[in-house]
């Protein structure tokens, strides 16, 4: 059993095996946040021995802002990054999404880039959200509609609907373009809706991670006036 400690939140020694843990301190084993439970609170490492089992130790309070992540996480709205071509937006956009509450990020790298998560950029937010790399965006898109989201792109058209008439309170797939051609037309056509956020100066386009600020604040305003932020 590997057992590391956090430097930073200080928890002080691990008692030895067989005896409990403080009760400010909840285990995590391994990156599931699923596995704090009180059960495990209240049954410290003693009873889970061998095992490729790693144990880190959180103070309460992390805990509960863990438990409050949890609880307002949008298991109905998601993210689709596609033909990504500058990593750093990647990371930024998963920093936004993550505070939103989005749970999962599906992402397609455009041909011979890298796929790299600065984490200078994500602040760590990329350890707690669920990232998917697509490598068939045809059949990926008609998976997610088979599961009921509504596939919404979002691009520069006059056809396009305002992105604030949109209700993002239904079970949505929002889907950024790339960064310098925008969304293939047959991703566009594929979609059941294309929103737009109004541009009023000269330039044609907000930088794609600004975009999808834009968009999931408005997904969380929505959310919100429909209280599907417990809090
Ligand atoms: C820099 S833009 C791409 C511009 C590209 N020339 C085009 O025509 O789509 C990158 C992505 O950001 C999003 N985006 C940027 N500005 C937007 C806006 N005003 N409305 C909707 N989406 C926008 C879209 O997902 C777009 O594909």
């Known amino acids: 059993m590997k057992v590391s400690g956090r430097r930073d939140l ?28 009180d059960k495990i609170l209240k049954e410290p490492p003693a009873s889970i021995q061998g095992g490729n089992i790693e144990i ?27 033909k990504v071509s500058n990593p750093h937006n990647l990371s930024a956009i998963i920093r936004t999404a993550e505070a939103v509450g989005v749970p999962s990020i599906y992402f397609t790298m455009e041909e011979d ?42 691009a520069l058209r006059g056809d396009a609907i305002h992105f604030r008439n949109y209700d993002f309170t239904q079970k949505t797939l929002i889907i950024m373009g ?9 991703v566009i056509e594929k979609a059941d809706y294309t929103i737009i956020i109004p541009m009023y100066g000269m330039v044609q386009s907000l930088n794609v991670s600004v975009a999808a600020a834009v968009i999931l604040y408005e997904a969380l305003r929505q959310r919100e006036e429909k209280g599907k932020y417990p809090g």
Not at 24 to 30: F, L
Not at 56 to 79: G, P, V
Not at 178 to 186: A, F, I, K, T, Y
């Open 10 to 37: 200080n928890p002080g020694p691990l008692p030895p095996q067989g005896s409990a843990l403080p009760l400010r301190y909840a285990p995590i084993y391994g990156n599931e946040i699923k596995l704090v439970s």
């Open 56 to 82: 880190k130790i959180l103070r309460m309070s992390r805990r509960e802002k863990i438990e409050r992540a949890m609880r307002n996480r949008q298991k109905d709205l998601a993210l689709y990054l596609y």
């Open 113 to 154: 880039v890298p796929f790299e998560i600065s984490s200078g950029v994500t602040m760590g937010a990329h350890k707690w959200v669920n990232l998917h790399e697509v490598e068939e965006p045809d059949s990926f898109l008609e998976e997610m509609k088979r599961k009921g989201f509504n596939l919404v792109a979002t």
């Open 178 to 186: 790339n960064e310098s051609r925008g969304l293939d037309e047959w």
